[in-house]
């Protein structure tokens, strides 16, 4: 396991010199936005500590954590949470939030926070999803929700996986399904609870329900109830900002070995530590 920093800047000069002086890699762009400066730099590399003392003194920057595994760390982690590398447009109808009201029950959840809302209806696309080489797509503002290219809906529907079914999406202005994408539903929830212990909460003053900020700078710990878990699950705990609220979710080992096999691409796995 490795700490990535990803540090984003505009118009600071002194960062563009520190990082030309001392031969940080690193992009620099002109553009109507500014003169904007970005890097990844992980603390084993040996001008990080030089780095991380000017960071300090320097707080006109964009400066967030993360983790990277080793792909052994990820085969042998009993449990990993199921990320997609990236998001595609958003649900339509995407003005108001206007999709909510399409794709929810009306009745079931908390539209202010997002909590608890339940689905009824396939999400809807503006376009059909151009990644042609990523297995798995995922919408902007629903983090929780995953959409499958036909490689990847033939894979898992021979796999003897368990905890998901497949559906359809459709194209927004025509209501017609779209071709070569389908939803991976979820519907196994984690048989345990997350340590939410040290997370930081929010409180939603509409429905008095709370969800937490997922912490991006050190692993999950899961503290599993007796019995099997399915292959794929979400946690009974919800995370995010706002009028945003997603579940983790989690996938067996026995799912992430047949992923890897037939590699899968557009997905990150996080191993989780079980208790």
């Known amino acids: ?114 909590i608890g809302l339940r689905q009824v209806d396939p999400f809807r696309f503006k376009k059909p999803p151009t990644q042609r080489h990523s297995h798995v797509v995922q919408l902007n503002w629903v983090f929780d929700e995953f959409f499958l290219s036909e490689r990847a809906r033939l894979d898992l529907e021979g796999s003897g996986l368990t905890g998901f079914r497949i559906g359809p999406a459709v194209l927004h202005k025509s209501g017609e399904p779209l071709h070569d994408w389908y939803q991976l539903h979820i519907d196994a929830q984690l048989p345990g609870v997350i340590d939410t212990s040290t997370f930081t909460k929010e409180l939603c003053g509409q429905c008095g329900r709370t969800k937490y900020n997922h912490p991006t700078d050190r692993q999950i710990e899961v503290r599993l109830d007796h019995g099997a878990a399915p292959d794929i ?43």
């Open 233 to 275: 699950s979400r946690s009974p705990e919800w995370f995010g900002s706002g009028g945003s609220a997603w579940r983790s979710t989690m996938v067996s080992k026995k799912f992430v070995n047949y992923i890897s096999s037939r590699k899968w691409r557009g997905v990150n796995l996080a191993p989780v530590l079980v208790r």
């Open 1 to 114: 396991m490795e700490r990535l920093h990803s540090i984003f800047a505009n118009h600071n000069v002194d960062l563009k010199a520190f990082l030309d002086l001392h031969g940080i890699e690193h992009e620099f762009e002109r553009s109507i936005v500014g003169e904007t400066v970005s890097l990844v730099i992980a603390e084993s590399h040996p001008s990080w500590p030089d780095l991380a003392r000017h960071l300090a003194v320097n707080s006109d920057l964009l400066h967030t954590v993360g983790l990277r595994y080793s792909a052994e760390e990820i085969s042998q982690a009993g449990f990993c949470e199921f990320q997609c590398a990236g998001q595609f447009g958003y649900p339509q109808p995407e003005a108001a939030f206007g999709y909510q009201n399409i794709t929810y029950y009306p009745s079931i959840g908390c539209r202010s926070c997002g």
